[in-house]
């Protein structure tokens, strides 16, 4: 209610409350999923709407705290939606190194053919979220959503990829919205939302 911000492209937003105080409606809001019940959200001076929403959300890269895999392999569920014969394999290399799962991936005897089972039964949860990251590296989205993706990794690991993030978002331009309950640092985000 009565939100009122700004946000330029190529910042790192945070996005900080308690539980059940509205972060992650707030980021349905802004993705596309749920439209306002009063007041409008603006996509460069655009109203979002029905006339506009597909072109924005083809923009968007999403990342859940839970992520979605296919029992398929590693690669296909990086290049998700693409044909096994038309991934582009020096791209989905390149973003595992960017996810910081590069290490894990190479000690695989079938490397990024391997198979991850069933809801990525194979892998542990910071496994997946970085397959999840790679995902959202790989289609080159200009605006990037993490919902709580650092929830199931080590410090160290979680340092790691927001330098990362931070790197990839200067270097390409890419807003970067980000829901976490751990403390935020300014150092990180250029702006931090507490609901």
Do not use: C
């Amino acid at each position: 209610e009565k939100l009122n911000y700004n946000i330029k492209k190529g910042e790192i937003i945070g996005i900080k409350g308690v539980s059940g105080g509205g972060k992650t409606t707030l980021m349905n809001l802004v993705l596309g999923f749920l439209s306002p019940t009063s007041g409008s959200i603006e996509i460069d001076g655009n109203e979002l709407s029905l006339k506009n929403i597909n072109s924005w959300q083809k923009k968007i890269g999403y990342v859940q705290q839970e992520v979605y895999l296919l029992d398929s392999s590693i690669a296909e569920n990086i290049a998700f939606g693409i044909d096994f014969d038309e991934i582009d394999f020096d791209k989905v290399n390149l973003v595992i190194k960017q996810a910081k799962i590069d290490d894990f991936i190479k000690n695989l005897e079938y490397g990024i053919k391997t198979i991850v089972g069933e809801r990525g039964a194979n892998l542990s949860g910071g496994q997946r979220q970085r397959i999840g990251i790679a995902r959202a590296l790989y289609f080159d989205s200009e605006v990037l959503f993490f919902d709580e993706i650092t929830s199931a990794l080590d410090p160290e690991t979680e340092n790691e990829i927001n330098k990362t993030i931070k790197k990839i978002a200067f270097a390409r331009g890419i807003t970067v919205f980000m829901i976490t309950h751990k403390e935020l640092s300014l150092g990180f985000f250029d702006n931090i939302i507490k609901l």
